[in-house]
Nanobody, 123 residues
């Protein structure tokens, strides 16, 4: 069983930064591709970023490319999302996502989800 716990959300002004973390309880963290999705009020959940199990390849939604950076630390079983130059439209609940031995795509998330962490960007 895989458990994902997000942290690091909060309230920040536009132009500011936050770093989200996702702690993963899994015996073989390195076997899971990881990703972040977000859901704003009244909108569907959308893909934000993903990283392969090797950590070599990353993928980003066009809306966050150049501002967000996804990474993973196998020694800590943790994934991160560094968010810079935040905009009010980044306001959403951010969810950690994991997929066993396959990539995470914009339309095919993994089977495992965290409970989410709220990010609010004020203008």
């Amino acid at each position: 069983q895989v458990q994902l716990v997000e942290s690091g959300g909060g309230l920040v002004q536009a132009g500011g930064s936050l770093r989200l973390s996702c702690a993963v309880s899994a015996r073989t963290f390195s076997s899971y591709a990881m990703g972040w999705f977000r859901q704003a009020p009244g909108k569907e959940r959308e893909f934000v970023a993903a990283i392969t199990w090797s950590g070599i390849t990353t993928y980003y939604a066009d809306s966050v490319k150049g501002r967000f950076t996804i990474s993973r630390d196998s020694a800590k079983n943790t994934m991160y999302l560094q968010m810079n130059n935040l905009k009010p439209e980044d306001t959403a609940v951010y969810y950690c996502n994991a997929a066993y031995l396959r990539v995470i795509t914009t339309t095919r998330p993994g089977d495992y989800w965290g409970l989410g962490t709220q990010v609010t960007v004020s203008s």
